[in-house]
């Protein structure tokens, strides 16, 4: 059973900085997609950013040069360093993990699209304030 759980989550002034991380556990692939998601208040869950086991990312353009993705194989984690962040930057931000194969192709919008996965973490609240 895979169990993603986030962390990381806070308030934080606009021009901060925050870091998200995301625990990942009960999973054996070695090829993987996984990715960092948001929703807010009656607006769709949206990707901000992914990158798979060989390290190669992609980013929702709003984020580009101030979020960046990253993972600790060895611990089984994925960070999201979230850097100058913005009032619209606030929102619940999920995690999520695809393993089966074809994986969402990194040369294509599917890893950002939320379809293109199958587990879930519970979510951490981000709060910008300006």
């Known amino acids: 059973q895979v169990h993603m759980v986030e962390s990381g989550g806070g308030s934080v002034q606009a021009g901060g900085s925050l870091t998200l991380s995301c625990a990942v556990s009960g999973y054996t692939a070695v090829h993987y997609v996984m990715g960092w998601f948001r929703q807010s208040p009656g607006k769709e869950r949206v990707g901000v950013a992914a990158?798979?086991?060989?390290?190669?990312?992609k980013y929702e353009g709003s984020v580009v040069g101030r979020f960046t993705i990253s993972q600790d194989s060895a611990k089984n984690t994925v960070f999201l360093r979230m850097n100058n962040v913005r009032p619209e930057d606030t929102a619940v931000y999920y995690c999520?993990?695809?393993?089966?194969?074809?994986?969402?192709?990194?040369?294509?919008?599917?890893?950002?699209?939320?379809?293109?996965?199958?587990?879930w973490g519970q979510g951490t609240q981000v709060t910008v304030s300006s």
């Open positions: 999520a993990a695809e393993f089966r194969t074809p994986l969402p192709s990194m040369r294509t919008a599917q890893p950002l699209d939320p379809q293109e996965y199958t587990y």
């Open positions: 990158i798979d086991d060989d390290g190669r990312s």
